[in-house]
C-alpha cells in the first residue's frame, strides 16, 4: 500500500482558499483597471466636451417620438431640407436614455460608462 493514492485530493485550507480569492481580486491587471477607471471617473465629471451634444440628444428625441429616422436636415442653418442621413443614432440613443433617466448626470454617467468599457475592451 503507497501513502499517497492518486484518488486521494488534499482538501484547502480556509486560509489558502481565501489568499487565493483575494489573489484574483487584488491581482495587478485588476488594480490597473480600477486604476484607469478612477482617472477616466476624474476626466468625466467635468462634462462634456462634445459641443454637438444637444443636437444628438434632439435626433434621439426624434426618433423616439416618430420611430423613423429623420430625412432632411432640419437644424443647420446653412443645409436646411437637404437631404440627409443619422448615422450616428446608436450612439445617440444611449445618451437620449441616461439624460431622460437623470438628466446632466444621467448623460455624464454614459459617457463614463461608454469611456470604461472602450477601454476595459482595449486592455
Known amino acids: 500500500m503507497t501513502p499517497y493514492s492518486p484518488s486521494e485530493k488534499a482538501q484547502p485550507t480556509a486560509s489558502t482558499s481565501w489568499t ?11 488594480m490597473c483597471m480600477f486604476l484607469l477607471a478612477a482617472v477616466i471617473f476624474g476626466y468625466s465629471v467635468r462634462g462634456i466636451t462634445e459641443s454637438d451634444i444637444w443636437w444628438h440628444l434632439r435626433n434621439a428625441a426624434y426618433l423616439f417620438q416618430d420611430h423613423s429616422f429623420p430625412r432632411i436636415d432640419t437644424y443647420s442653418f446653412s443645409a436646411a431640407g437637404s437631404p440627409w442621413m443619422n448615422f450616428e443614432w446608436l450612439s445617440e440613443v444611449p445618451f437620449f436614455l441616461g439624460f431622460k433617466a437623470m438628466g446632466l448626470q444621467g448623460l455624464l454617467t454614459v459617457y463614463f460608462a461608454v469611456l470604461v468599457l472602450i477601454y476595459v475592451g482595449v486592455y
Open 20 to 30: 487565493g480569492l483575494a489573489a484574483d481580486i487584488f491581482s495587478f491587471p485588476v
